[in-house]
């Protein structure tokens, strides 16, 4: 089973895929693609056997989708998130009013209409009416063509830890000691999934796929 990881930062989502794999008896290949070469670099370090590609994931989505059965796409947050809107103004602190990336919004479009397998597109819950129906579940939102379970064991979720960024590396079990790009520590460990949420979402989309392999096989063996 090939999958893309896009806006990989360091696999949040998938820190528990490999035990999901193992306990369906499944291989899976994993495309990781990530455009801070340090946070790929320390991903490569955590995934040791993934394929991690230093690039533009919209663009890689576009150009590679065809060739995978199961996808996952985190867009950047920042110009969608509630708190844009509540730090846009005048003051030290304050950020100039933008646009909304809609770089989210024409993955989800695609994806919909385009793309063969399962995916995941996930973002946080956004200051305005999101523009296309989700599924909420949580702090995120989560565009999917196939049904969350209302509960994805999201620790975040139940208990969201507001603390500094060593608390946040025990939260998520990472490492960005050694990180030495130009992001901010703290904002790189909120913004990663859950990775309990990330299993039950691959566990829920793998079981799709197998059962929709198992109704094929079954036809096959009645012919």
Known sequence: MKV??????????????????????????VTAVELDPELARLYQER?????????????????????????????????????????????ERKSAASYPDMKLYQEIIFLQNFFSGKYVVENVIPYYK????????????????FLLPSDLNDRRAKNFIHSTYKKLYDFHEIDLTNYKGKQRKDKIARNLVDYEAGRTIFETALGIIRKKDVRQKSIFDEL
């Open 47 to 91: 995934f040791h056997n993934d394929t991690v590609i230093v690039s533009d994931a919209h663009q890689y989505l576009l150009d590679h989708y065809k060739e995978f059965d199961f996808i996952w796409s985190s867009p950047p947050c920042p110009t969608h998130s509630r708190m844009r809107k509540t730090n846009t103004g005048e003051g």
């Open 130 to 145: 999101p523009l296309i129906e989700a599924q909420e579940r949580g702090r995120h939102l989560y565009w999917c063509n």
């Open 4 to 29: 893309l990881n896009l806006y990989a930062c360091l696999g949040g989502n998938r820190y528990k895929w490999d035990e999901v794999a193992e306990e369906a008896n499944i291989e899976i290949e």
